[in-house]
């Protein structure tokens, strides 16, 4: 797959000096949907703003279609669609004169047929007389989506589409982003929500502190959370792993009072049976056991506080 949109080494410092973003580098492939992950004040909205031209970087260099978003910046920026974080809609216009409207801003010929398509798309049809200040907050953001694709861009940026909106229409959402780029759109959204990257994203970026942390297909992250821990706690402390226990690559719990054992939830034969009879075979006697499975959410959390997952 080509590569539709190309970040090197980007920096953008605010003025007082604030570094918010410190030498991005990320590659695109056309088609696909990232989803980037980040806490509060990661640089998530700044690294947006400043692909969408919003604002300006410090240094560092974005290609949009092979446009440069600086020396090209009309061509690059026809190419992206924006749905911003915060819902600024005009509360009197109809839906249908919004999304025109919009398209109009991009100097495009008006094209009744390409706005009715996606305010079917959108399932915003039948609103499409209506004006915003009747539309529910979910009807509000689909109208967004319908300004930023009103254009017909190649790349459409989501910040944070789903905040605030509750599971059943967070799913909606999900089926219109993925509808979406059935159609050829590629996406980047940005969320707080695991669940969400893992609905929907091909790959997942870590963003903390201006900086991508981690940018890997979800597969390989999904493969990372297959992985499950079995502690087995036993009344009386061990000093080492017993040797008749060896086959097993255990780890000691704290103060010896647990052996650890790590296995993979989807493989055939997990070897817990094996395990604990040799556990008891080896004279091991147990209070207790319990399970954890490690999570894309443990993957976050490790990284974005500097720990290994
Ligand atoms: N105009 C500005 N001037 C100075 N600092 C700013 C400005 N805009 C953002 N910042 C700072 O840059 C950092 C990154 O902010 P940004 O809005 O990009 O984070 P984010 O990942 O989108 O966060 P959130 O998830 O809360 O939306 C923050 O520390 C923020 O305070």
Request: charged share 25%.
């Amino acid at each position: 797959m080509s590569t539709i949109l190309s970040i090197t080494d980007l920096r953008k410092s605010y003025a007082g000096g604030f570094e918010a973003l410190k030498g991005v580098n990320l590659e695109i492939a056309e088609g696909e949907i990232l989803a980037l992950l980040g806490p509060n004040g990661a640089g998530k909205t700044t690294l947006i703003s400043t692909i969408c031209g919003i604002t300006t970087a410090t240094s560092g260099s974005v290609t949009v279609g092979g446009h440069c978003i600086e020396r090209e910046y009309r061509a690059a920026r026809a190419m992206i669609g924006l749905v911003p974080q915060e819902i600024n809609l005009e509360p009197f216009e109809t839906v249908m004169n919004s999304v025109r409207f919009s398209r109009g801003l991009f100097g495009k010929p008006r094209n009744d047929a390409l706005i009715d398509d996606i305010l079917k798309k959108l399932s915003l049809w039948d609103k499409r007389s209506s004006q915003i200040k009747e539309l529910s907050g979910g009807m509000k953001r689909r109208v967004l989506i319908a300004k930023a694709l009103s254009h017909e861009p190649r790349v459409l940026f989501l910040d944070e589409p789903t905040a605030g909106v509750d599971v059943e229409l967070r799913k909606d959402m999900w089926d219109v982003v993925r509808e979406l780029r059935e159609s050829g759109v590629t996406i980047i959204l940005t969320t707080h929500y695991i669940e969400e990257a893992e609905a929907m994203a091909d790959r997942v970026g870590v963003i903390a502190g201006g900086e991508i942390l981690l940018v890997e297909e979800k597969s390989d992250l999904m493969a990372r959370m297959g992985k499950k821990e079995l502690q087995v706690f036993l009344i009386d402390p061990v000093a080492t792993v017993p040797e008749a226990l060896d086959q097993h690559e255990l780890r000691l719990g704290e103060d010896g009072h647990s052996l650890i054992y790590t296995y993979d939830v989807k493989a055939e034969r997990t070897g817990i049976t094996t395990l604990l009879n040799d556990v008891a075979a080896a004279g091991l006697v147990l209070s207790d056991v319990s399970t954890r499975q490690s999570s894309l959410e443990d993957i976050f959390v490790g990284l974005v506080s500097g720990e290994d997952a």
